[in-house]
């Protein structure tokens, strides 16, 4: 049975591509980006995940652990991973549903299930869309969604990095009605710094979909400090006229929403905590780089 791990199902949703969607986020990404909005979703496996603001401090989920792997401190539930084996006590001995698993372990059966849940929804625009994470890092399952969703007559996107092997992008582009792909940062050194990753392989299965002739819509996600100046919004749209279709690109405004899963993660939080959208008058005035190289901004 070939299954993933999907550690969120969004219905109803409106920004993961054409019309009403349900979004899938399979866990498991090649890259490290400082910004992530999902960063729960970077490591393949299940782990626990504690939710400080749900938490009422009465310490059941440590008195039910015979590993040790939980403890108490200034805040709050503290998770030894290393000896957690996700026996599940903890998570039945909370009474708040504050310690939980991050993801749960999902056939594609069990995917096209909850799928047919809101296909009345979907309309004539809608569909799913197969998000991360990276869905690409787990193709057996992403593949064998998307070749289901067509099979049943239903619009599948997808929305990835494209740091994958030649042949599974392949594989991607003739199953997935539609890929929207991110350009984080143009300059490779840049790149690997945010990322960890170089983006060589990204912008070539970029231009290997533009000969194609697939349909395909860039991203670029706009982050305050790391991708959004001029010099890179200059550098990508250079890029995408010079392939050899006309891609549209979108300009992805910042998230500052993700804040409280980075303080679950105790991991460092890349930004001001005041840190807001960027202003709609400079995503404006970054938006006519783009058309000023006769592209489509969205």
């Known amino acids: ?38 960063p729960e979703g970077l490591i393949p496996e299940i782990r626990l995940w504690y939710a400080r603001n ?26 030894d991973h290393t000896a957690c084996t996700r026996c599940g006590k903890c998570v039945v001995a909370c009474p708040t549903g504050a310690i939980r698993f991050d993801a749960r372990e999902m056939s594609v059966a ?12 979907y309309g004539t625009d809608g569909g799913v869309t197969l998000s991360g994470g990276e869905c690409m890092a787990s193709p057996a399952f992403s593949l064998g969604v998307l070749r289901g969703c067509r099979e049943r007559g239903i619009n599948a996107q997808i929305e990835t990095s494209l740091y994958a092997r030649p042949e599974t992008v392949e594989a991607f582009s003739e199953a997935a ?9 143009i ?7 945010a990322t960890g990753v170089d983006n060589t392989l990204i912008l070539s299965n970029i231009r290997h ?27 990508i749209a250079k890029f995408v006229a010079s392939l050899a ?37 400079r995503v404006h005035a970054l938006k006519e780089i783009l058309t000023e190289h006769g592209l489509v901004a969205i």
């Open 177 to 185: 009605d539609k890929i929207i792909a991110d350009i984080k940062l």
């Open 1 to 38: 049975m070939i299954t993933a791990n999907v550690f969120d199902i969004k219905r109803f949703s409106i920004n993961d591509g054409d019309g009403i969607r349900t979004t899938i986020f399979v866990k498991g990404c090649p890259l490290a980006c400082k910004w992530c909005q999902n």
């Open 54 to 79: 749900i938490c009422v401090g009465c310490k059941s989920c440590i008195a039910s652990c015979d590993y040790g792997a939980l403890k108490w401190d200034d805040r709050g539930i503290a998770i």
């Open 209 to 235: 979909l533009a000969a194609k002739d697939a349909n395909l819509l860039i991203r670029v996600p706009l982050i305050p400090g790391f991708t959004d100046d001029e010099e890179n919004i200059r550098g």
């Open 110 to 121: 069990e995917a096209l299930e909850e799928i047919e849940k809101d296909r009345p929804f």
């Open 245 to 281: 279709k006309d891609i549209p690109v979108e300009l992805l405004n910042f998230n500052p929403m993700c804040r409280e899963k980075y303080e679950s993660l105790r991991e460092t939080y890349q930004f001001d905590p005041d840190q807001r959208e960027i202003p709609q008058e």
């Open 187 to 193: 300059d490779p050194a840049r790149h690997w710094l």
